[in-house]
């Protein structure tokens, strides 16, 4: 029997899918054997087609394999969206290894952290990320690195220039090439022919990290049926796609799963092409949606936000974009009407989470309008159960409109976590996948997102767990007790503010304990503000209460709009 949501489904979306029996790796070989002139890859002038990107990707694969990479190895992508992410990542499935994507933004100790984690053989990185990695060929697994630069892949005239531009930024570095640093071009084979590695669909093809709902970096497992079953999803949730046509905009970061699964691995199951931007920048932005006719454009409510309040927005031709789906926070309804009146694209909110490679819920994306609900995360994707459980035990589900756990179940959903086992058990029960978000349903299916995942902050588009960051601002030596509390801004996620309690008769400003923090945090995980006090509010037990924190910087703001508003008076 038919979950009470598929009733709401758009019409084309079927109850029930039935998923290809290949991997990752077969996704790209098989779109190339069917749209091999088709652009996959377009980056500031230089196409790639799927012919081409395949064999690239085969080269690398038995480049990998020279520098004895083997089934259940695990190579580190530490890149921006270029098109040597993609040959990385479907050259590294090929050799038969495991990925694990590395934020460019990290630091040295946080790449250590992940490396040895995983047990990470080769990274491909930048030349500029090279410093960070470097002393980790000393002290952790790490064997390899192999460096691209942006230029390697740039139509012949840029890439002449890139290299000046670069030196004239101070971006080159000297690197000490030999046995264990390599450049991409000099690993890359000249067979076209795939290794004769074996990879199954059950093998472990990415191991993302995240910090879950503890703060401690854990690597998410995801098999190959995982990630193409998420993609094949993604694909039946919108019928519209047209095979061969869509144009893809590849801006959100393909080191996040999001970006991954929304964007990369789906506009290869569509044969679509992707126009590769590193970051965002609004005025690139909407000059390559006008320049490319980007027609499928995956983001998150800030990017949207910023086109909509672009001073020369007249200037653009947005009209090609036909498909939006905002994830990684609240899609606030201003916003959505805004650019869906500026674009004609139809723009829906989803929601997902790296456990589930990622996406579980969707607004109906080719429906009329009246088909989604505001402030809702939609409805379940086929082939995926969801139940809201009490909070308490997990164990009883609740009746329509009322708030609990949100819990999913269905063929994207992670095999655990990367040899934690006790972590596992808290989140993986029965099959479930028990998300850590407060949530309720309504009488049509919808789902509707409650409160966030306990204590986690959302600064800059980026997950940040306030346990990392306390535990480095309790390593300052003048520094007793400390917390952080993300405070709302709006689109712009949250703002991180540090309370600090001093040692008896220390002194430190706010800006040395900033200082402090740089040195071992992203500069996305490093608090914007601190507060020094006395003492941190905590329970009986000695646990601190974020929460009131942030209801005292609430009331506080509050207050200061009422006085604000009397003195306008």
Known sequence: MDAIWTKQYAPGVPHRLSYPDFTLSDLLSRTAVKFPDRPAIRFYGRIIRYRELDLLANRFAQGLVGLQVRNGSVVGLMLPNLPQTIIGYFGSLRAGALVTPINPLYVENEIEHQVTDSGCEVILALPQFFPRIQPLLVRTCLKHVILTGVEDFLPWLKRRLYPLKAMREGKREAIPFGPTVHRM??????????????????????????????????????????????????????????????????????????????????????????????????????????????????????????????????????????????????????????????????????????????????????????????????????????????????????????VGELAVRGPQVMRGYWKQEDETKKVLRNGWLFTGDLARMDADGFFYIADRKKDMIKSGGEN?????????????????????????????GELIKAYVVLKDGEEATAAEVLEHCRKDLAKFKVPKRVEFRKELPKTLVGKVLRRVLLEEELRARQEERECQGDDEE
Not at 465 to 492: F, S
């Open 464 to 492: 940040v767990y306030p346990r990392e960051v306390d535990e480095v601002l309790l390593r300052h030596p003048k520094v007793r007790d400390a917390v952080v509390v993300g405070i709302p801004q709006g689109l712009r």
């Open 185 to 402: 071009g000099g690993v890359m084979k000249t067979s076209d022919d795939p290794p004769a590695v074996h990879v199954g669909q059950d093998d472990i093809a990415l191991l993302q990290y995240t910090g879950g709902t503890t703060g401690v970096p854990k690597g998410v497992v995801l098999s190959h049926r995982n990630m193409v079953g998420n993609a094949w999803q993604c694909r039946h949730w919108m019928p519209s796609l047209h095979e061969g046509e869509e144009v893809f905009l590849g801006v959100l970061p393909f080191f996040h799963v999001y970006g991954m699964s929304a964007c990369q691995n789906l506009a290869i199951a569509v044969g679509g092409s992707q126009v590769l931007l590193p970051r965002f920048q609004v005025t690139e932005v909407l000059e390559t949606i006008t320049r490319e006719r980007v027609t499928v454009f995956p983001g998150i409510p800030a990017m949207y936000q910023a086109i909509n309040n672009h001073q020369h927005l007249e200037r653009h031709d947005l009209r090609s974009i036909r498909l939006c789906i905002s994830g990684a926070g609240p899609l606030p309804s201003s916003v959505q009407e805004q650019f869906e009146s500026l674009t004609g694209a139809r723009l829906v909110e989803g929601y997902g989470l790296t456990e589930a490679a990622p996406v579980t819920h969707a607004n109906p994306i080719d429906g009329g309008a009246g088909s989604r609900r505001q402030r809702s995360i939609g409805l379940p994707l086929p082939d995926t159960e969801a139940r809201i459980m009490d909070m308490e035990t997990g164990e009883r589900e609740l009746p329509i409109g009322e």
